[in-house]
């Protein structure tokens, strides 16, 4: 049913589908707080949202959308699945905007130079590994 890789760590990392935030700009943060808890954890809530935007990971959310009829046992099984194989939780600076920005973000430039034969695969993955490391080194400076 999975991935093995020699009784190893297997490398899986799991990505949040959406994610809700209330920003420091917002100008009314309580308001902001009490609509994204009732859209993912009340009954009511939850049950409009279904899995429109992913299947919920409340404990809540999810059975007002099951009993609401909203989620597919298959999908819930394939989410199982996937969780099982997990070993690393994504690190946010996976998608930090200097790596992951298109145009200018690192991935995307490495991978077009890539692909318009101005880098070498080597090369391409030199440059990923070097970006990625300088990014990784900031982030734990700060």
Known sequence: DEIAFGGQANGGFSK???ALAINSSCQHPKEAAILVNFLLNEDMGASIMGTACGLPDSVTGRAAATAAGLVNPLVVEANNRMMAFVDFPLDPTFE?????AVPDGLYAAVLTACSNGELTTTQAAEQLAEGITAMLDRTVAE
């Open 96 to 100: 930090s905007p200097a790596l992951a």
């Open 16 to 18: 949040v589908y959406l």
